[in-house]
T-cell receptor, first 111, second 116 residues
């Protein structure tokens, strides 16, 4: 059984602090996507990573794909209240294009 | 470009009834996927339609069904509603181009279904 695990489940930090969210699997991903979901809305795609070791930056967000393509991380620098939301990783395992979603990390940034 | 739209946004139904949810994808997207999101189970894949054909199916009972029309609009139907069907139902569309091994999903705002 292929599992996709996210950690931590909850994260509450003060504005200006940094945070990191992790996404792990025992199987190799062909690609991995990160989404952010705000209350009452659908998830919004932030980034897709494809190549092992790949690093992508989106303003204060940095996404990293592990060399072995089994894990990924999302790092937010100097978090702002607008970063509050549910962060979801979604991976497609090698040989299957269907996405499996992690349980998500609820991030709260206090002003 | 207009985003994915879902109707209705909120719905309250009674156990045993049936419900139909509607989704209009982004113009030009031919794939529509449906997901169920609950606090306990997270986001779970229901099924995907591409060019009016079901291309993939998740592990949900036969009470959950869907269809897609020639204009790519999709509907999802749940028959004989149970209390456990209360959830946010999300529709996502994607283009025919893969990013790596998968298709990027563009989600609608969801339909919040409450079964009493």
């Amino acid at each position: 059984t292929q599992l996709l695990e996210q950690s931590p489940q909850f994260l509450s930090i003060q504005e200006g602090e940094n945070l990191t969210v992790y996404c792990n699997s025992s199987s190799v991903f062909s690609s991995l996507q990160w989404y952010r979901q705000e209350p009452g809305e659908g998830p919004v795609l932030l980034v897709t990573v494809v190549t092992g070791g790949e690093v992508k930056k989106l303003k204060r967000l940095t996404f990293q794909f592990g060399d072995a393509r089994k894990d990924s991380s999302l790092h937010i620098t100097a978090a702002q209240p607008g970063d509050t939301g549910l962060y979801l990783c979604a991976g497609a395992w090698v040989g299957d294009y269907k996405l499996s979603f992690g349980a998500g990390t609820t991030v709260t940034v206090r002003a | 470009k207009a985003g994915v739209t879902q109707t209705p946004r909120y719905l309250i139904k009674t156990r045993g009834q049936q419900v139909t949810l509607s989704c209009s994808p982004i113009s030009g997207h031919r794939s529509v996927s449906w997901y169920q999101q609950t606090p306990g189970q997270g986001l779970q894949f229901l099924f995907e339609y591409f060019s009016e054909t079901q291309r993939n199916k998740g592990n949900f009972p036969g009470r959950f069904s869907g269809r897609q029309f020639s204009n790519s609009r999709s509907e999802m139907n749940v028959s004989t509603l149970e209390l456990g069907d209360s959830a946010l139902y999300l529709c996502a569309s994607s283009s025919s181009v893969r990013a790596g091994g998968s298709y990027e999903q563009y989600f609608g705002p969801g339909t919040r279904l409450t079964v009493t």
